[in-house]
Each structure stands twice: as structure tokens, then as C-alpha cells.
């Protein structure tokens, strides 16, 4: 999510501005959605506790979310890409893929487009936003967090395998720690190592995603923009206060998260058949488990009946339990796409 809460929360409140401040719930179990630049050179960061950021920064302002005024502040900047493309694929609030191969205004090159988006962003709505600008959504992603704050950068066609070549394979989508740790044991480091690398290899070592890195390596991303994603899953999930350490206890707060599941998938109007379930431990260990039925799972009744199988296996008797989730998924229906060249927004900090 980038600094995009927390640029909302200077630009509306002026005491803020130039300070280091934090967007999330102020409490012992509050976590970090959003901090903003002067935080971040503190080593704050999102999805850290709130707690360990106030030791990192004594000086942390945090700031209760704003959900409302940042959904509204997103829809005011897709009614900015709509006067360029219909084309265009949300990520998150802040962040989207504009196909703009075909343009409204019928502007030759992306990058001017870039800018226009840009300018507009700093005049309507008093942000800044960095675009990355390339022929594929995985070069157009990369650019686009390469000068933040208010970056614009394009990776053009001619010089894209060598800018891959000197790419750390930590920049490349679905590189996350672990899949690096492999990586590096079997001595591969750069998009030029990665590119020594047979397509045998990799499939052999990463499964499916061993063709996706073989064709990342030579420049090779064919997913479209998909101006209508495909929702893949509808969940929710409740951090306490106190350890749970009881069956009974996770059962008790799990009817009341099948209850507000149950309202999403009626907002979302999703269907699925799979139910899973997250348990963060309180040493933070994270386990998951599933089940799949027939029928499509949509009632809370349901919910969680399916979720007192799922809760045996979890072993919270023996491990307490400080987070439960639950998501539904394995949607029954799908939708179409659509396809072209990519531009990528997020936004930053307005100072």
C-alpha cells in the first residue's frame, strides 16, 4: 500500500505534514497499514506492530484509518485514468495497471500519458503518485518503485533484457524470501543468473512458477490488464487483545467471524467452496488449513461448521493463538480479460 494512507493524512491535516507518522490502531496489538516517508527512514514500516515502531521512532504520530475517505480519494483518481483508458486493472486502492496501447486522447507515447495522470493527481487531489511505464506488467511494476517518491521511469523494449540481467532476483514477481533463500542455493542472484538457468531446471526446483521465472529472465510477461479481475477469495480475520489458548474460546470467536464473513460474501455476491482458516500463533508462527465441499459455502451456519473441523488441527491447546482468519475461495464463476501495454500508479507522499 505504499504511503498512500498516510500522504491522504497530511494532505488533509497540515500539522502532519513533515512528520513521521504511522496509519493504523494505536493499541497493543495495532499494526502499521501505512507509514509515511519520514517514518519509514526511522526503519517503520507497513504491517509491523504498532508497538515496535513507537521503539524504532519515539517521535511516531499514529493515526486511526480512514477507510471511507481512502476509498473515496481512490475512486477520484480512477475517474482521472478513465479520461484516458477503460482498460485498467485495480491491484489495491492506490495501485493499478492502465493498458493504454489505444487512449482516449490518442497520445502516441505511454510516458506522456504518465505525466498527464501525474499532473492531474498533484492538481485535483493534492498527491503525488510514481508510474512505471514498459511494455508488461512485471517491468511496469519494477519501474514504477524504482523513484519514489513522485518517480516516473520506463523500462523501453531495446533495453529491457539488460536492464533484467543486473536485477536482483528478489525484484521479480513471486520472488518472496524463501523462494529467494532457494534461489541463492543454487547460486542465482541476477535476472543474468536466472537466465543461465534451464527451463527444466526451474520447473523442477519452483513447479509452475520455474516457467513463469524462466520467461520473466528473457523479458517474456504475456498477462493481460484485466479491467474485471476475478475475485479469488472473500475473508476476514480478527486480532485479539489476549491469547486464546481454548478450543472453545477460537469456536466462540470464530461465529463471530462466520457471521461477518457471511455479510462480505453477500456484499462481494461470491460464491466459493473452499473454506481455510489462519491461526497466528503467539510465538507468530502461522498456520493454515482447508476444506472443500460440494456445495457452494455462504451461510455463517455453515461457516462454521466447517470451521470446528478446520480448528482441531490447529492445535491452540498446546500453542495459544493471538490471530484467527477465515476466507472463502475456489469461486465458482469466472470472467473475461483484456490486454495491451503497461502503465503502473501507486501513490506517495505530497510535501
Not at 28 to 53: F, L, N
Not at 143 to 167: C, N, V, W, Y
Not at 328 to 347: K, R, Y
Request: neutral net charge.
Amino acid at each position: 500500500m505504499d504511503a498512500f494512507f498516510a500522504s491522504v493524512e497530511q494532505r488533509d491535516n497540515p500539522q502532519l505534514r513533515g512528520r513521521p507518522i504511522a496509519v493504523g490502531h494505536d493499541g497493543p496489538r495495532g499494526v502499521v497499514a501505512t507509514a509515511s516517508y519520514e517514518a519509514r527512514q526511522w526503519g517503520v514500516h507497513s504491517a509491523m506492530s504498532v508497538a515496535m515502531a513507537k521503539r524504532l521512532c519515539p517521535n511516531l504520530i499514529v493515526v486511526e484509518g480512514r477507510y471511507a475517505t481512502y476509498k473515496e480519494v481512490s475512486a477520484q483518481m480512477h475517474q482521472i485514468f478513465h479520461e484516458y483508458t477503460d482498460i485498467i486493472e485495480p491491484i489495491s486502492l492506490d495501485e493499478a495497471f492502465l493498458d493504454v496501447t489505444e487512449n482516449k486522447p490518442n497520445i502516441a507515447l505511454a510516458v506522456d500519458i504518465a505525466r498527464e495522470i501525474k499532473e492531474k493527481i498533484r492538481t485535483r487531489l493534492n498527491l503525488t503518485a510514481s508510474a512505471g511505464i514498459s511494455y508488461c506488467k512485471l517491468l511496469a511494476k519494477i519501474a514504477s518503485d524504482m523513484r519514489k517518491p513522485d518517480g516516473l521511469t520506463t523500462i523501453h523494449p531495446e533495453r529491457a533484457l539488460s536492464f533484467i540481467a543486473q536485477l536482483k532476483v528478489e525484484k521479480f514477481w513471486g520472488v518472496g524470501p524463501r523462494t529467494a533463500e532457494q534461489m541463492h542455493n543454487l547460486n542465482i542472484f541476477t535476472g543474468a543468473d536466472l537466465r543461465k538457468c534451464s527451463l527444466q531446471l526451474l520447473t523442477h526446483q519452483f513447479g509452475k512458477m520455474g516457467a513463469l521465472f524462466y520467461n520473466y529472465a528473457r523479458g517474456i510477461d504475456n498477462r493481460p490488464v484485466q479491467p474485471y479481475r476475478v475475485r479469488k477469495s472473500v475473508g476476514c480475520e480478527q486480532t485479539f487483545l489476549h491469547d486464546i489458548s481454548s478450543t472453545s474460546e477460537a469456536i466462540d470467536e470464530l461465529s463471530n467471524l462466520s457471521v461477518e464473513l457471511e455479510k462480505r460474501l453477500n456484499k462481494a455476491n461470491f460464491s466459493g467452496t473452499t473454506l481455510t482458516l489462519k491461526a497466528k500463533h503467539s510465538d507468530f508462527t502461522q498456520h493454515t488449513r482447508s476444506i472443500t465441499v460440494a456445495q457452494p459455502i455462504r451461510t455463517a451456519t455453515k461457516i462454521l461448521t466447517l470451521s470446528k473441523l478446520l480448528i482441531d488441527n490447529i492445535g491452540v491447546e498446546t500453542n495459544a493463538v493471538r490471530l484467527l482468519g477465515l476466507s472463502v475461495s475456489n469461486p465458482i464463476e469466472q470472467n473475461n480479460t483484456a490486454h495491451g501495454i503497461q502503465l503502473e500508479m501507486d501513490f506517495s507522499d505530497n510535501e
